[in-house]
């Protein structure tokens, strides 16, 4: 079992950052690999970025890729996404996820069977 829970989320201008955090208090953490996805009202989740369990392989979204970054600490239990100049069209609830993802299948929602409750991050024009 891995609990999940996100942190970060904010009000901030455009072309402001943030960091967000997915912490855990699982024994396992560092057997998962780890992605964010996000949701804006009213739109489907799509997928933010992954990373490996180990190797710390990462991908991202092709619209996303050069903006955000993805990284983890498995001693520290977290992982983060750091977000720069960001964007109206960013709002959103962001979720952290957990899994053991198939190289070919690292975007899709259903690779992942753990979830965080999410952190609101909204972005004013």
């Known amino acids: 079992q891995v609990d999940l829970v996100e942190t970060g989320g904010a009000l901030v201008q455009a072309g402001g950052s943030l960091t967000l955090s997915c912490t855990t208090t699982?024994?396992?953490?560092?057997?998962?690999?780890l992605a964010w996805f996000r949701q804006a009202p009213g739109k489907e989740r799509e997928f933010v970025a992954t990373?490996?369990?180990?190797?710390?392989?990462?991908y991202y979204a092709d619209s996303l890729k050069g903006r955000f970054a993805i990284s983890r600490d498995n001693a520290k239990k977290t992982m983060y996404l750091r977000m720069n100049n960001l964007e109206p069209e960013d709002t959103a609830l962001y979720y952290c996820?957990?899994?053991?993802?198939?190289?070919?299948?690292?975007?899709?929602?259903?690779?992942?069977?753990?979830w965080g409750p999410g952190t609101q991050v909204t972005v004013s024009s």
């Open positions: 990373i490996h369990r180990s190797n710390h392989r990462a």
């Open positions: 699982g024994a396992t953490f560092g057997d998962y690999g």
């Open positions: 996820a957990a899994g053991r993802p198939i190289l070919s299948s690292l975007r899709n929602q259903a690779s992942y069977f753990y």
